[in-house]
């Protein structure tokens, strides 16, 4: 079983910077492909980010492209977002998951393990 926990949220100004990151338990971590999701209120749980288990290949929403970057440190069980040029239509509560085969990634039903959240405020 994998705890994962999310933390880096805060409350920042459009065209500003930010980076979450979510550590994780156990000693299977390298072997999960990852995932950020993000749910703003009233909305569906939507793919922001995914990366394989070796951080070879990584995978965005047409939405962040270009804005947003996926990275891990398995010696440090830990996957990061950094999110640059933020938008006020990036607040919501981001989310990390994980996945033991990969194959759905852009699929939140595909995902075994979730963390708690935590909550990005872009300010207009």
Known sequence: QVQLVE???GLVRSGGSLRVS???SGRTFRSYFMGWFRQAPGTEREFVAAISSS???TYYADSVKGR???SRDNAKNTVYLQMNSLEPEDT???YCAADRHGTGYRKKDEYDYWGQGTQVTVSS
Do not use: L, P
């Open 55 to 57: 951080g070879g290949n």
């Open 92 to 94: 919501a509560v981001y």
């Open 68 to 70: 947003f970057t996926i």
């Open 22 to 24: 979510c550590t994780a």
């Open 7 to 9: 933390s880096g949220g």
